[in-house]
């Protein structure tokens, strides 16, 4: 038998006790360089919607709102003037979560019932038959869009993944109707609906608190009965998530998707009467007030994150999924207004598409800095992962978005060299400027909108008519013709889908089509 002395022992003790505790840290360390991110998503917030401008001046508008949180953020970070969505819900939040554009993964409209399409075809045109099913996880259910999504690919790489309110990116009976089949952890409140059932906790976010509906919010039952605004309720909900990630040494990802303030408008008690003094109708002060109780949820998150010293390790994008709504309002009570942009939500125009945007990553983005650089809501995806510091990973869908750490980093992008594309063969509902079956191309300052029921063309110089008023397609047909083969080209590119016109059987042609163009000519 071989001897080993006490001092052996000790040595060999102290040894691996030392290993251990260079590998505890090595992990430790490893974990403290993965930065927190946080993705903050408002519903149907107008460009204007806040006291933060985001045009070259401040407004009337921006006067109205309070949103003092909002201004902290881009104190710290960096302003994005020129951020664009799509026009309705769903397509933005299926582009945010696979990183392609509506053209191509054909979640063209909003999504609520399996198999059944919620906007009806407009007068003239019969829409494709477009993916009302979402995205799914699978490829085996009908009418939806297979995808490698954005939570999953965090949550395969370390990220502790958390989804809180509005999901919307899948129809209900589907798998992709539950965040967690679709990458996420822990799912706060998410379903197939788009819009709440209520925002009191007393009326227990439920549309009619004595019979169930599609649009009850879930799984809040222990707010029920409270004197709670929604908004809230999933803000303390994602408190707690953040705290399990903590607690078990994960990064996370927090996607926290108010729903908030789409409809039903409904005043937040807090700051109701604020607005109400300073002149505003009734709901108009009810929006105002929703909006200021959204910018309380950020500000709240801020504090947390400075109270449990992770700021510095945590990165912030604050965004909006469309326009406001301001075109035709619901009821024929308008309760926002989007000028100096043009229309609302469902809209080509501005009004539908530009979205307030703001990004903190400490220690990167200049404090206090603005960029006027495109961006396009499916570049979030591989900003996203870019952030997050992972180089190697597979999807099944191909990616369009384009990573904006650049532009985080201060360096400047060439808008004349990079085209952004908008494409929706359907019908949102309500009339208005830009509303309808559309596709769209934005390159430089000049923006060209293509109407699928009657093939005329709207072409606006955006720097110089950022208000869409003049209609430049019979003055600019050169410039008109170079936009409608390069958006064209993309469309054909990527197999999209136009509407039928009723009226002669036919697929509605592309916009370079010989015969659309000669009315122009």
Not at 142 to 156: G, Y
Request: proline content about 5%.
């Amino acid at each position: 038998m071989i001897k080993i002395s006490k001092k052996i022992v000790i040595f060999l003790f102290f040894f691996i006790a030392f290993i251990s505790c260079k590998s505890d840290k090595k992990e430790l360390n490893t974990i403290e360089k993965k930065p927190n991110i946080i993705l903050f998503m408002v519903d149907d917030m107008g460009w204007q919607d806040t006291s933060v401008p985001f045009w070259k001046e401040k407004t009337d508008l921006n006067n109205i709102y309070d949103t003092p949180n909002m201004e902290r953020l881009a104190n710290q970070g960096m302003k994005f003037t020129q951020a664009y969505a799509t026009a309705v819900c769903s397509p933005t939040r299926v582009s945010l979560m696979s990183g392609m554009n509506a053209a191509r993964h054909r979640v063209t409209n909003w999504t609520l019932r399996r198999g059944i399409s919620e906007g009806k075809s407009p007068k003239g045109l019969l829409m494709p038959e477009w993916n009302l099913n979402g995205i799914q996880p699978t490829d085996t259910i009908e009418r939806s869009t297979h995808v490698t999504t954005l939570p999953q690919i965090l949550k395969d790489n370390g990220y502790l993944t958390i989804h809180t309110g509005k999901a919307h990116f899948g129809a209900l009976g589907t798998p992709g109707e539950n965040p967690i089949n679709l990458g996420f952890d822990i799912n706060i409140a998410g379903h197939a609906a788009g819009a709440p059932g209520s925002y009191y906790g007393t009326k227990n976010f439920k549309k009619d608190i004595n019979k169930n509906s599609i649009w009850d919010v879930p799984g809040l039952e222990k707010y029920h009965e409270k004197d709670i605004f929604l908004s809230e309720a999933l803000t303390q909900e994602s408190i707690l998530a953040m705290d399990k990630a903590i607690e078990n040494k994960k990064p996370f990802y927090l996607y926290i998707a108010h729903y908030a303030v789409h409809t039903p408008i409904q005043g937040d008690s807090r700051y109701e009467q604020k607005y109400i003094e300073k002149g505003l109708n009734s709901i108009e002060a009810k929006y105002a007030s929703m909006v200021e109780g959204m910018d309380k949820s950020l500000g709240d998150l801020m504090n947390y994150l400075d109270e449990k010293r992770i700021a510095d390790n945590t990165i912030i994008l604050f965004m909006s999924d469309n326009g406001g709504l301001s075109a035709v309002a619901r009821g024929g009570e308008r309760h926002t207004h989007n000028k100096p942009l043009s229309s609302g939500k469902g809209s080509a125009h501005e009004g539908g598409i530009r979205e307030p945007m703001l990004v903190k990553w400490p220690g990167v983005t200049k404090i206090n800095s603005t960029t006027n650089d495109f961006v396009i809501i499916e570049d979030f995806f591989p900003t996203i992962i870019e952030l997050a510091g992972i180089d190697n990973y597979k999807t099944v869908q191909p990616v369009d978005g384009k990573s904006f750490t650049s532009i985080l980093k201060g360096e400047k992008q060439d808008n004349n060299n990079r085209a952004l594309f908008w494409h929706y063969p359907n019908n949102w509902g309500p009339t208005g400027p830009g509303i309808g079956a559309t596709s769209t191309v934005r390159k430089g300052d000049w923006k060209l909108i293509y109407y699928h029921l009657d093939s005329h063309f709207e072409l606006f110089n955006i720097a110089e008519d950022i208000g869409e008023t003049s209609n430049l397609a019979s003055k600019e047909s050169g410039k008109l013709k170079v936009l409608a083969t390069e958006l064209s080209t993309y469309l054909r590119s990527v197999n999209a889908q136009m509407p039928t016109n009723t009226n002669t059987n036919q697929t509605v042609p592309w916009p370079d089509n010989e015969d659309v163009l000669k009315a122009y000519f």
